[in-house]
C-alpha cells in the first residue's frame, strides 16, 4: 500500500428524471472527480434510482462518469435486472456483489436488497461469496466490507424498520476475520458512524436527500441539507478514518 488508501464513498443516488437529483448527483461527481490524483476508489452503496424503472438507470448510466475504479452495490429501491442491464451487461451475475482490490485494500461489495421489499438481507449464497472472498485475499489484507442497508438501528424510526436483519450470521463471519478494518453502508439519508460486531460502521450522506432526527422536524425530509461524501483514509496502521464532505453546487 502506497502511503494512504483513500475511497469516496457516495450513496442514494434516487435518480428519477428530475434535475434536482441529478445535479446533485453531478455536484459530488465533480468535487470527486477534480480530486481524482489523490484518491483510489470511487464506491456508491446503493439506491442509484428511485423506482427502478429501465429509463432512470439510463439517466444514471449517463451520468456517473469517473476516472476512478467504481464499485457499486444495489439498495431497496434499485431492480436487480435493470442494473445489471445497463451496468454490468451480464445476465450470469445474479447478485449486485462486487471485489476490487486497489492500493494493498480490498473492497468488497455484498447485495443486500431483496426483491419487492424495503428491508434487507444478505443470503446465505452472497455471505459464502463473501467468506471466499475474505479467504482467497493475502492474508491480513485490510479489508472493507459494504452493502446498502445498515445491520443495526440508528435511531429513525422508519428507517430501523427497514434495516438489515439476519446480522448475527454476518457478525459470526466477521469474527473469524480481524483484518476487516469497518463496514461501508448507505439507506438512512444521514452520514452516520457507530459500530457493527467490534468494528467501525460508517453511513454515507444522502446525496439526493438527507431524513430527519426524530428532534430535527415533523417532515421525513430534511430540506435545508446539501448533497455529501464520506472519504474513508487508511493509513499504514490499517486503522479507518472518515472525513465527510457537503458538497455545495
Ligand atoms: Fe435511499
Ligand atoms: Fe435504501
Known sequence: MSEMFVVAHISDLHFNGSEHHRSRVESVLHYINSRAEGIDALLITGDLVDRGTAAEYDEAFETIHSPLPTVITIGNHDDREHYNDRFRHDPSLAHANSSLTVNGVQLLLVDSSIPGRAGGYIDDDDLDWLEDQLHDAEPGTPALVAFHHPPVTV???????????????????????????????????????????????????????????????????????????????????????????????
Open 155 to 249: 435511531h429513525m424510526s422508519y428507517m430501523d424498520t427497514i434495516r438489515q436483519t439476519g446480522e448475527e450470521r454476518l457478525a459470526e463471519l466477521v469474527d473469524r476475520y480481524p483484518n476487516i478494518v469497518a463496514f461501508l453502508c448507505g439507506h438512512i439519508h444521514s452520514a452516520a458512524v457507530t459500530t457493527f460486531a467490534g468494528r467501525p460502521l460508517c453511513v454515507a450522506p444522502g446525496v439526493s436527500s438527507t431524513l430527519n432526527l426524530p428532534f430535527e422536524g415533523s417532515g421525513v425530509l430534511n430540506e435545508g441539507q446539501p448533497p455529501g461524501i464520506a472519504f474513508h483514509l487508511i493509513g499504514d496502521d490499517n486503522r479507518i478514518v472518515t472525513h465527510f464532505r457537503a458538497v455545495m453546487d
